[in-house]
Structure formats: C-alpha cells, structure tokens
C-alpha cells in the first residue's frame, strides 16, 4: 500500500464514528433495560416475601396459646 491508500478521509472518519457511537447507544439501551427487568423481578420477590411473612405472623397471632 502506498501511503496515499491508507489514509483515512474525514468523511470516513465521521462515518467511523457515527457507527461506534450507534452502537454504545444499542449496548446502552440494552443494559438499561435488563437492569430494569432485574430491579422489577427483585421488587417482585421482596414483596412476595414480606406479604408471605405477614400471613404468617398473622396466622400465628390468631392460635390460641396452648399452655
């Protein structure tokens, strides 16, 4: 290659560019997405179990004492 072949124009450059960045953008949006999926589906599980330990405890209060 000649030194002229292997120079990259502006043009080229901005073009270069413009792709990494599209892509950043895609493998942000991605992320972003599974962390919500993530926070949701934890929210879901605690609340689960705080609804289930408050059946409990109310199950427990309601027996009478077996003394």
Not at 18 to 34: F, G, K, S
């Amino acid at each position: 290659m000649t030194p002229e072949e292997s120079r990259i124009t502006v043009d080229e450059l901005r073009e270069k560019a413009l792709r990494i960045r599209d892509m950043a953008d895609a493998e942000i949006r991605q992320v972003t997405e599974q962390r919500a999926a993530q926070v949701v589906a934890i929210g879901a599980v605690a609340l689960l179990a705080a609804i289930s330990l408050a059946y409990y405890v109310g199950t427990r209060r309601g027996r009478a004492p077996s003394a």
